[in-house]
Each structure stands twice: as structure tokens, then as C-alpha cells.
């Protein structure tokens, strides 16, 4: 027997399209994490991505190829004056140019690209548009944004307008899944998922190298989220030169090693799943992203809530309940009289990582019941 080995020819990509919403990257955090446990399941998937969040968030996380970015409004959220404030007037005024929606242009797009299928982390023009598109649609929340706006509605009545509207895209969802922490439980989710993660790429011991933290130093990562912040009184940290403080988001340029300070870009070489693995505790904004890789790595979690939020209730009991964790008033973050309590947050007991991965939940419910092989 001869001849030529027989080439092996890739699998047709099957083409789903995800629709993200651009508030923080919370929500584009866990449609990585979704996106990475789906293509562990099936590697002919391609992802059309229509979202406002910048290409390089996707490209840290998924393979080019796997991808496709369609810069594209897919929902208002909440406008931020800061990552502690929104700002309910400019939102209004979005809302009401950004609805009724108008699905037809989207839906011909959806067409084009031949999706088989349309997920939404959580934007209501994405299952508009998959219905007209007569398309199986899922929806993956932990809220929705008009459970959000109704929390505001004795401060800003004009939110009233945009509910129905709302409520009525979110249900036009073939499957309704939902992720912990879950704000407002739905008897119509299919699906209940423990928190969804990014992974880390690198051991704890590279990226620590890589940080320049020495192998058995306590580390503690200070983070805001998706949404740019202005660190104060970063000094006080300096007079803990056994702890080092790895903190996003606190510089222009990438990286600046400052005796017990690492500061990093908000976007740097660093990949923010690698980071928190490497740390011993997490101090910031209780934000969806923090709070599932928190979960994953099972390390202690000083949390700061943003009090004018509706989310904040819920997702503060979850933590307290779920991790080891102390919330602490934004005006002591911001102080930094946190660090009094320290030593107490490093000391607390840390529990047994998860059995499974919220993702990984999500990726096979969805491969499961949407088509995900080549027509």
C-alpha cells in the first residue's frame, strides 16, 4: 500500500453570532469564557461578534480566527460619569434615540454572514434581531437592563417609557440562561449556571515572575473593573513593603515596577484572568468579571458595591455567602483605610475551587440545543 497521505480538510465553520453588551467588560468577560468553553466543545465554531468592546479584549482571550468583530451599538446600559456613578440623563437621552428598536438592517446582517444561531450577553437589539431574522436566539444574564432601569424609577420616571419595550425583546429569547450571581431569578431559565471565568494562560509562578514578585510574597490585586479609575493615596501602600499591591488601570504606560507597587496599564501585556491568579486577595468594585474569577480562584475578596446600583444587593449577598470576603464602604477603599484589615483578609480560610466552571455549564446546554454542525 502507497501513495499519498490523504490531506485532512478543516471542518466548515459554523458561524453563531454573540451580541455583548458594551457596559464595562463584565458581560464581554463572560462571553470570552462562554466562547472559550464552546470552542473546546466544537473548534468549527466562528463567532460574529457585534458589540462595542474593543477588538483586543477578544483577541487576549479567543483566537483570531475564531472571531469576527462588527463594531456595532448593541444596547445603551448605563451611561458612567466614573466606575461608582452613572449618569441617569445621559442614559435617557440614549434610551430614547436608541429605541423602539429597529431590527431589520441587523437581522439582513445576521442573514449575510449565514449564522445558524444568535446569543446575547445582554442586549435586546441581538434577540430583536435574531427573531426577525428567524433564528434560534439564547439569552445569558445574570440581569437584565430592564430590571436594572426599574430600581431608578423613583429618581428618574422617565424610565417607565422603556420598560415594556424591554421586557418584550429579552422574552422573544428561544433559551433564557442565567449565571450566579443571579440578580432577579426567571421561572422561564432553562439553565442556572455557577459563575462564568476566563482561565488563566500562565501558572502562578510565571506571571509572578513576570511581575516581579517574589515566589512566597503575599500579593493583593486592587481592581476596578472594566471602567477606568483615578487611584488615590497610593503612598499608603508603600508602608506595607512585604505586600505588593498589583493594580490595573493605575498608569498611561504599561508597566511600572515601584517597590511594592506594581502598576499596570488597563490594558497591558498582563492578562487579568493570569493576574489574579497569581494574587493572594482581591481588593475593588464587586463587578460580574471580579466576582467569577474570584469564585475560581477561591481567594479572600474585599469588595466595595456600588450603592446606587440595583445589581449591588444581590451580588454583595452572593459574595458573603459564597467566599471569603468583607465589604467595605467606597469612601474607605478610596482612603485606602482598608488596609488596617489586611492581614485579617490575607488569614481567611480559602475554600475548594469549583467542581465546574460556569462556562463550561453554558457551552454545553448551548451545544446542545442550537445547530452547531456545518448545513
Known sequence: MGGAPRRMTAPAPVHWAYWITAHGFGHASRACAV????????????FDLFTQVPAWFFADALPAAAFTLH?????????????????????????????????????????ALGCRAVLCDISPLG??????????????E???????????????????AFLPLLDA?????????????VCAPSPQ??????????????????TRRRLGIPEHAPAVLITMGGIPDQFEHLNRLSALPDIYFVIPGAIEQPY??????????????FYHPDLMAACDAAVGKAGYST???????RIPFAFVSRSGFREARPLAEYILSHLPAVEIPEADFRQMRWLDSLPTLLGLPRPAAPVINGADQIAQFLCENLPNQPV
Not at 100 to 108: I, K
Not at 169 to 181: G, K, L, W
Open 71 to 111: 463594531p456595532t451599538q448593541a444596547d445603551v446600559g448605563l451611561v458612567q460619569s466614573s466606575p461608582m456613578e452613572e449618569n441617569l440623563p445621559a442614559t435617557l437621552e440614549k434610551l430614547a434615540a436608541f429605541l423602539p428598536l429597529q431590527a431589520d438592517q441587523p437581522a439582513q446582517h445576521l442573514r
Open 189 to 206: 431559565a432553562r439553565l442556572r449556571a455557577l459563575p462564568a471565568s476566563r482561565l488563566p494562560r500562565a501558572s502562578r509562578a510565571e
Open 291 to 297: 466576582i467569577a474569577e474570584v469564585y475560581q480562584n
Open 142 to 160: 445574570n440581569f437584565t437592563w430592564d430590571w436594572i432601569y426599574a430600581g431608578y424609577l423613583e429618581r428618574a420616571p422617565q424610565f417607565t
Open 256 to 269: 511600572e515596577h515601584r517597590g511594592n507597587l506594581i502598576l499596570l496599564a488597563h490594558h497591558s501585556d
Open 127 to 140: 434577540l430583536q434581531a435574531a427573531q426577525s431574522a428567524r433564528l434560534p436566539s439564547a439569552l445569558i
Open 35 to 46: 466562547m472559550e468553553a464552546l470552542l473546546r466543545l466544537n473548534p468549527a465554531l466562528h
Open 169 to 181: 425583546a429579552f422574552r422573544t429569547a428561544s433559551f433564557h440562561i442565567q449565571t450566579e450571581p
